[in-house]
């Protein structure tokens, strides 16, 4: 059984940074893409920044380019969103996500096999 399990939400100032860690079981992660995704308060989820099978690929929002950066410790089956810089629009539930194999990175929810169960991240201005 595939578990993906979120950490690292709280509370921040704007300005502040914040780093998201996404743990995984049942699923080697070396043999995934994975991805970030976020629910703002009152909106639909959306894509925040993926990273392919090999590393070969990073794809970010334009609203967090620049700011964030996913990154992946295979030894750990671990992924990670670094956020720097946050504003009070990167408000939201966090979610993990991952899938097999090798392809584009989806930036809908259903190009997405495995989520985490998310974590909230508030940002005070």
């Known amino acids: 059984q595939v578990q993906l399990v979120e950490s690292g939400g709280g509370l921040v100032q704007a300005g502040d940074s914040l780093r998201l860690s996404c743990a995984a079981s049942?699923?080697?992660?070396?043999?995934?893409?994975v991805a970030w995704f976020r629910q703002p308060p009152g909106k639909e989820r959306q894509f925040v920044s993926g990273?392919?099978?090999?590393?070969?690929?990073?794809k970010y929002a334009n609203s967090v380019k620049g700011r964030f950066l996913i990154s992946r410790d295979n030894a750990r089956n671990t992924f990670s969103l670094q956020m720097n810089s946050l504003k009070s629009e990167d408000t939201a539930v966090y979610y993990c996500?991952?899938?097999?194999?090798?392809?584009?990175?989806?930036?809908?929810?259903?190009?997405?096999?495995?989520w985490g169960q998310g974590t909230q991240v508030t940002v005070s201005s």
């Open positions: 996500a991952a899938k097999y194999g090798g392809g584009s990175i989806g930036e809908e929810g259903h190009d997405w096999d495995y």
């Open positions: 990273l392919s099978k090999y590393n070969e690929y990073r």
């Open positions: 049942g699923l080697t992660l070396g043999s995934a893409a």
